[in-house]
């Protein structure tokens, strides 16, 4: 018969579990708080290429944590206690949100480059409430037009109406956030989309409307940009360097462009939260993305490129050429910020948008 | 004593449902009844988000649309189950059928994320569907196959038609095959004996399927999301549009709520022949 050395029994496991619980609560977040930095990010924050500069020359492990919008965020710090997080990558016009929640830390405005950011990107609408500065610009890019130069006539897409026009019936998706899309109807009807009332939306629908009867598909990212990539569609409304500049060299065939009347702009920022309890480390983190280093290596993403809001970040010309860099400042003055927005206004736009996917 | 003792066996299961569903069904219930402010904070209990989710006829559109899809795909999955089930338990000799059963659910060890992209450029007009029509000469333009809610149906049946292969199959594979004979004896033909013997003893099967399918169909985001373009808004796509932006979770959990009543209804319809120890 064999024996064993330590006898299995119920009691013996339970002790085993218990020192082991033990012993894992106390060291995790030992572990936590000494050496990592914890991130609330978007996909294009995950390289190592992009991380490991800032690790090395720190000491310090980024601990991130993917995630698809504010709400996402905002579902994650639901479930953490106060201080689990450091650091978060956000769209802007969510900034004045997030302070209202009480979620973000005030920053200094002489740690971060700003000389060196474009004026409308350091807008502080979109970083700053009540003349405080809680977020820092990072990234930005553009829901415009971007379409198969081989199979649309680039001069034609110069007409904010090019998507409208019979001719590509067929040969158009469009991209599936709304808020972008309302406001790029609204810049077709000439309204202004940094200022929209329910006033405007009847007309903005029934344009949604005509777009959508003349596409053939409204989709995710990955989706669109599959068709646009195939051949499935020439014209995706709602694109641009984002689907286009990483895949230049594959698909030197598409382009994106910002139509005279003009187009969308995203643009992402970078916060600390409140309760973090390793807030100058994420100063550091912060300032190596500003630095043109880290935005260089930001920009041209694996995940998604976009244009780098410190205009000294360290590009070679090729990716300056295919991110349209000497372009900028005119597309930049060309195009409008997201809505900034109720909850209330929200809610009718989401209940349009849904109206206009069913065809009603 | 004995009814005491059956007690405490199954409390830990019983403990399992309770928290692991009663208690988040209890949740999703209660943030229902608090819908947001203005101002994006909840407010007191109310049913206004019951009542605006009426109001709004995209949605009840959304709602409408996800039970027809549903219903489609459950029809044409048992269809076309039914038979391959059939012949994996009648057909394929015994030492085979286990190998037959694997090679049907083979293509589903994939990822279902995958599986709908991989239907997407099969069924775009790019697509190796679309090419082989063009090539033969029987179309002169590509077709719409994907992006369209037809697309979504085929992805679902797809994957339901395998759901459906092996519960069918099980009930099948249980029926006495002495009663079959025992009909075709006493003078019946192959298909009264199928439609009088067979097929009333395989329903079991049939119902599980069917409502597992249902289960499952009803509450899915992503195929209709890959594969139906848009064409049509499913509720599960609406619930997703609540919680991406604004994080509305009342009313997302209203919606939820209501798919849920959906399931329970399927289930109070089925229950007659949802009886497990066949299976």
């Given at each position: 018969m064999?024996?064993?050395?330590y006898a299995f029994s119920?009691?013996?496991?339970?002790r085993?579990l218990a020192l082991?619980t033990l012993a894992?609560?106390?060291?995790?977040?030992?572990?936590?708080a000494?050496?990592?930095?914890?991130?609330?990010t978007?996909c294009d924050h995950?390289?190592?290429?992009l991380l490991?500069?800032?690790?090395?020359?720190?000491?310090?492990k980024?601990?991130f944590?993917?995630?698809g919008s504010?709400?996402d965020?905002l579902?994650?710090?639901?479930?953490s206690?106060?201080g689990?997080?450091?650091v978060?990558v956000?769209?802007?016009?969510?900034?004045g949100?997030?302070?209202?929640?009480?979620?973000l830390?005030?920053?200094?405005?002489?740690d971060?480059p700003f000389?060196?950011?474009?004026?409308?990107i350091a807008?502080?609408?979109?970083?700053?409430?009540?003349g405080?500065?809680?977020?820092?610009?990072?990234?930005f890019?553009?829901?415009?037009?971007?379409?198969n130069?081989?199979?649309?006539?680039?001069?034609?897409?110069?007409?904010i109406?090019?998507?409208w026009?019979?001719k590509?019936?067929?040969r158009?998706?469009v991209?599936d956030?709304?808020?972008?899309e309302?406001?790029?109807a609204?810049?077709?009807?000439?309204k202004?989309?940094?200022?929209?009332?329910?006033?405007?939306l009847p007309?903005i629908?029934?344009k949604?409307?005509?777009?959508?009867?003349?596409a053939?598909?409204?989709g995710d990212?990955?989706t669109?940009?599959?068709?646009?990539?195939t051949g499935?569609v020439?014209?995706?409304?709602?694109g641009?360097?984002?689907?286009?500049?990483g895949i230049?060299?594959d698909?030197?065939?598409?382009?994106?462009?910002i139509?005279?009347?003009g187009?969308?702009?995203?643009q992402q920022?970078?916060?600390i939260f409140?309760?973090?309890?390793?807030?100058p480390?994420?100063?550091?983190?912060i300032?190596y993305?500003?630095?043109p280093?880290g935005q260089a290596?930001?920009?041209t993403?694996?995940?998604?490129?976009g244009m780098?809001?410190?205009?000294?970040a360290?590009?070679?010309?090729?990716?300056?050429?295919d991110?349209?860099?000497d372009?900028?400042?005119t597309y930049?003055k060309?195009?409008y910020?997201y809505?900034?927005?109720?909850p209330?206004?929200?809610?009718?736009l989401?209940?349009m948008?849904?109206?206009?996917?069913q065809?009603? | 004593?004995r009814?005491?003792?059956?007690?405490?066996?199954?409390l830990?299961a019983?403990?399992?449902i309770l928290?692991?569903?009663?208690?988040?069904v209890?949740?999703m219930?209660?943030?229902?009844?608090?819908?947001l402010?203005?101002?994006g904070?909840?407010?007191?209990?109310?049913v206004a988000?019951?009542?605006?989710?009426?109001a709004?006829?995209a949605?009840?559109?959304?709602?409408?649309?996800s039970?027809i899809?549903?219903?489609?795909?459950?029809?044409a999955?048992?269809l076309?189950?039914?038979?391959f089930?059939?012949?994996?338990?009648?057909v394929?000799?015994?030492?085979?059928q286990?190998?037959?059963?694997?090679?049907?659910?083979?293509?589903?060890?994939?990822?279902?994320?995958?599986?709908?992209?991989?239907?997407?450029?099969a069924?775009?007009?790019v697509g190796?569907v679309n090419?082989?029509?063009l090539?033969?000469?029987?179309?002169?333009?590509?077709?719409?196959?994907?992006?369209?809610?037809?697309a979504t149906?085929f992805?679902?049946v797809h994957?339901?038609?395998?759901l459906?292969t092996l519960t069918?199959y099980?009930?099948?594979?249980?029926?006495n095959p002495?009663?079959?004979?025992?009909?075709?004896?006493?003078?019946?033909?192959?298909w009264?004996a199928?439609?009088?013997?067979t097929?009333?003893?395989?329903?079991?099967?049939?119902a599980?399927g069917a409502?597992?399918t249902?289960?499952l169909?009803?509450?899915?985001?992503?195929t209709?999301?890959?594969?139906?373009?848009?064409?049509e808004?499913?509720l599960?796509?609406?619930?997703?549009?609540q919680?991406?932006?604004q994080l509305?979770l009342?009313?997302?959990?209203t919606?939820?709520?209501?798919l849920?009543?959906?399931?329970?209804l399927a289930?109070?319809?089925?229950?007659?022949?949802?009886?497990?120890?066949r299976l």
């Open positions: 064999l024996q064993f050395r119920p009691r013996n496991l339970i085993r082991s894992f609560a106390v060291a995790a977040p030992m572990a936590q000494a050496g990592t930095l914890n991130v609330l978007w995950e390289d190592p290429s490991q500069p800032f690790e090395a020359a720190n000491g310090v980024v601990n944590k993917d995630i504010t709400a965020a579902a994650i710090l639901g479930q206690k106060p689990d997080w450091d978060i956000m769209d802007e016009t969510d900034t949100r997030l302070e209202r929640m009480g979620l830390s005030p920053l200094e405005k002489a971060y000389a060196t950011i474009p004026a409308a807008n502080p609408k979109l970083t700053s409430v009540d405080t500065l809680y977020t820092v610009p990072e990234k890019g553009y829901n415009t037009i971007a379409f130069k081989t199979a649309a006539d680039p001069a034609a897409m110069q007409d109406e090019a998507p026009d019979a590509y019936k067929g158009v998706a991209y956030y709304y808020v972008p309302i406001q790029y609204a810049l077709a009807l000439g202004n989309p940094d200022k929209l009332t329910d006033a405007d007309a629908k029934a949604l409307l005509a777009l959508k009867a003349n053939a598909m409204v990212v990955t669109v940009q599959q068709a646009l990539t499935a020439d014209i995706l409304v709602g641009g360097e984002w689907v286009t500049a230049q060299t698909s030197p065939n598409l382009t994106y462009t139509p005279t009347q187009g969308i702009r995203w920022g970078l916060g409140a309760a973090s309890k390793n807030k480390m994420g100063v550091k983190f300032q993305i500003l630095s280093e290596k930001l920009a993403s694996s995940c998604y490129w780098p809001a410190n205009t000294q360290a590009l070679t010309p090729a990716q300056k050429a991110l349209r860099w372009e900028q400042a930049i060309h195009s910020p809505l900034q927005m109720t209330a206004f929200d809610k009718k989401q209940a948008w849904a109206e206009v996917m065809g009603k | 004593m009814r005491l003792a059956g007690f405490w066996f199954a830990p019983l403990a399992w928290f692991f569903f009663a208690l988040p209890l949740i219930a209660g943030y229902s009844v608090r819908p402010n203005a101002d904070t909840m407010g007191p209990f109310s988000d019951y009542a605006a989710f009426f709004e006829p949605y009840v559109t959304a709602l409408i649309d039970i899809t549903t219903l489609i795909v459950v029809a999955s048992t076309l189950a039914y038979p089930a059939w012949c994996i338990a009648y394929v000799p015994k030492q085979y286990r190998a037959a059963l694997i090679a049907a659910i083979l293509p589903f060890w994939t990822s279902y994320v995958v599986r709908s992209y991989a239907w997407l450029l069924l775009s007009p190796v090419k082989i029509l090539s033969l000469g029987l179309v002169g333009h590509p077709l719409m196959f994907a992006y369209n809610p037809q149906e992805g679902f994957f339901f038609l395998m459906n069918i099980a009930s099948l594979a249980q029926i002495r009663y079959e004979l025992a009909a075709r004896d006493l003078g019946a033909s192959a009264r199928f439609f009088e013997i097929l009333p003893l395989s329903i079991p099967g049939v599980v409502f597992l249902i289960v169909c009803i509450g899915d985001y992503v209709p999301q890959i594969l139906g373009g848009f064409r808004l499913l599960p796509q609406v619930i997703m549009m919680i991406q932006r509305d009342p009313m997302a959990s919606m939820s709520l209501l849920t009543a959906v399931v329970a289930y109070l319809s089925l229950q007659r022949w949802l009886k497990m120890a």
